[in-house]
């Protein structure tokens, strides 16, 4: 099963940053990112998410957000989408590197699960 990372965050930067620290480790995990509003500002966008959904090559999708309003916005993705995508409520740039790190050398979904267990910090 090939896995893609996902990232979701209210400041493109902060997206893009943690895209490229997940790409480090793991260059053959398929990553997209979708970070602030649509007119550049802080936020997020329904639009920019699902973009970075249908980009992903992956066959499931572990992603991973910031703040209330991209979970809720990743939410709505996610009922919108064809694609398998697993949601992680955890801490963001901890999450999607362990996820990515363990995707990377083909980990099955179970594991990577119970090492982000240990990450988890919102409700």
Do not use: C, W
């Amino acid at each position: 099963m090939k896995y893609g990372i996902l990232i979701v965050s209210h400041v493109p930067q902060i997206a893009q940053g943690v895209a490229q620290l997940v790409a480090q480790a793991a260059p053959d995990v398929p990553i997209t990112f979708a970070g602030g509003t649509a007119d550049g500002k802080l936020g997020t966008s329904l639009e920019k998410i699902q973009q970075a959904i249908e980009q992903n090559t992956g066959e499931q999708l572990l992603a991973f957000y910031d703040l209330g309003s991209s979970k809720m916005n990743l939410e709505m993705a996610q009922e919108m989408s064809s694609k398998s995508i697993h949601r992680y409520d955890v801490a963001l740039v901890e999450g999607a590197y362990t996820a990515g790190t363990l995707a990377q050398v083909s980990v099955d979904l179970t594991v990577i699960e119970k090492n982000l267990q240990n990450l988890k910090l919102k409700k």
